[in-house]
């Protein structure tokens, strides 16, 4: 089965710095794209990130560049998002998903996310 | 970044009513269209994609359809455990993927 569990949710204050994990089991984790998704409260999805199987290509949605980071560990199936210089527009619950898409030639498709996880809260907040 | 309208924005129906949700993209993005059903406090969960190609224990009575910039997404006979926030998403060329606003479907 497989599963994918967040964790490294909570309050932060304006400015600081978060760090997101996500452990995933039931699948061979180092072969597939993984990318974040998030959902301010109320509101609809937004895409994040996400990365190719070995962490080489990443991309990221205009608003994070520069304070977010995506990355992975394949040794213990495990994707990070590494947060710096948060915002309160940044208050959302994170959802990591695995990402069908593939990779050929050097280049990567990402596409669509077949598994997600239950999410983790963040609120930035003084 | 490509933009992604869904309509309507609510849509309120009966069980066994036949529903469509219409989602338009602001560009041709060819099939890169996939669906997701997220109930309140859960996880979205991918019904459809790459248009129509129905994910693996999703049941038949949901469908998708279209290709360049309009998409349906249409259930056949509304059950109890349908209703739900319905959102599309592209997934066309490099990211990000944006999704659409969203299609809350309530019981009328």
């Known amino acids: 089965e497989v599963r994918l569990v967040e964790s490294g949710g909570g309050l932060v204050q304006p400015g600081g710095s978060l760090r997101l994990s996500c452990a995933a089991s039931g699948f061979t984790f180092s072969n597939y794209l993984m990318g974040w998704v998030r959902q301010a409260p109320?509101?609809?999805?937004?895409?994040?990130?996400?990365?190719?199987?070995?962490?080489?290509?990443?991309?990221?949605?205009?608003?994070?560049?520069?304070?977010?980071?995506?990355?992975?560990?394949?040794?213990?199936?495990?994707?990070?998002?590494?947060?710096?210089?948060?915002?309160?527009?940044?208050?959302?619950?994170f959802y990591c998903a695995r990402d069908r898409g593939y990779c050929s030639g050097g280049t990567c498709y990402p596409s669509y996310f077949d598994y997600w996880g239950q999410g983790t809260l963040v609120t930035v907040s003084s | 970044d490509?933009?992604?309208?869904?309509?309507?924005?609510?849509?309120?129906?009966s069980v066994g009513d036949r529903v469509t949700i219409t989602c338009r993209a602001s560009q041709s993005i060819s099939n890169y269209l996939n669906w997701y059903q997220q109930k309140p406090g859960k996880a979205p969960k991918l019904l459809i994609y790459a248009?129509?190609?129905?994910?693996?224990?999703?049941?038949?009575?949901?469908?998708?359809?279209?290709?360049?910039t309009d998409f349906t997404l249409t259930i056949s006979s509304l059950q109890p455990e349908d209703f739900a926030t319905y959102y599309c998403q592209q997934s066309y060329s490099a990211p990000p993927h944006t999704f659409g606003q969203g299609t809350k479907l309530e019981i009328k």
């Open chain 1, 42 to 93: 109320g509101k609809g999805l937004e895409w994040v990130a996400n990365l190719n199987q070995d962490g080489s290509q990443k991309y990221y949605v205009d608003s994070v560049k520069g304070r977010f980071t995506i990355s992975r560990d394949n040794a213990k199936n495990s994707l990070y998002l590494q947060m710096n210089s948060l915002r309160a527009e940044d208050t959302a619950v």
């Open chain 2, 2 to 13: 490509i933009q992604m309208t869904q309509s309507p924005s609510s849509l309120s129906a």
């Open chain 2, 51 to 68: 248009a129509s190609s129905l994910q693996s224990g999703v049941p038949s009575r949901f469908s998708g359809s279209g290709s360049g």
